[in-house]
């Protein structure tokens, strides 16, 4: 299989402590250099979340504004995508960041159990957040916690409230959401198929599952998320050292599976990004 594989590396996320692994980058100049890491390893993608000083998630854009600038002077050409995830803020405050015109901007089109509470994204919030990346020419990343997520996505697609070729990023294994299950990984990618024959797609495995869904989103000829944001151990006995050895895990199922690793150029080609 020849077609680049597009590795996302989720650096940061809205649950993970220092408590937990104290290789999470919380600060602006530490999420910087764990990205350059990954970036380096192989990672096209990041996929980024701010934090206040006491580590707890924020939607700050003045925060995202920082970040934006050292990612673009320290990885020049990766592709930055911003959350606008439901941990980090509710309303339209989730969205204060796209002002900054991110190449790209997660969005979760439907709502679903999380591991304590509801994630929550009414119709009109999404319309809304979708609204504003046409506005500012931000390629939306869908994220699907549900098979109705794609549905709903593929429906925003054809009547244009999701312009151009979908991205849509399966994320199995959530608390109270979608398993991590084969038949149902098989059963989104012959879903995506059918009602979007264009579109690109990737997986997220979260906690344990995370090199399980790496494996099969790389053998299935998809591109895949790896990151201390889904997952903080290496294995059941260990934390992982860095977002760049978890980066350089996917890269090793890559070569095992003949898929060479997307450059940042071959990325923004397979997505239809601006250069950079």
Partial sequence: ???PCIICVAITGSVPRKKDNPAVPITIEEQVESTQAAFEAGASICHAHVRMEDE???SDPERFARLVE???KHCPGMIIQLSTGGRSGA???RGGMLPLRPDMASLSVGSNNFPTRVYEN???LVDW????MRTYEIKPEIE?????HIFKAAEMNRDGRIPGKLYVQFVMGVKNAMPCDRNVFDYYIETVKRLAPEAEWCAAGIGRHQVEVNEWSIAAGGHTRTGLEDNVRWDKDSLAPSNAALVTRAVDLCEKYERPVATWQQAREIL???AA
């Avoid at 957040?129 to 504003?132: D, G, P, V």
Wanted: net charge positive; proline share 11%.
């Fill in 91 to 93: 309303g339209k405050t």
């Fill in 70 to 72: 050292g990612l673009k």
């Fill in 272 to 274: 239809g990004l601006r």
């Fill in 1 to 3: 299989m020849t077609k």
């Fill in 122 to 124: 009414p119709p009109d």
């Fill in 129 to 132: 957040l979708a609204s504003e």
């Fill in 144 to 148: 699907a916690f549900d098979l109705s």
């Fill in 56 to 58: 707890t998630p924020t």
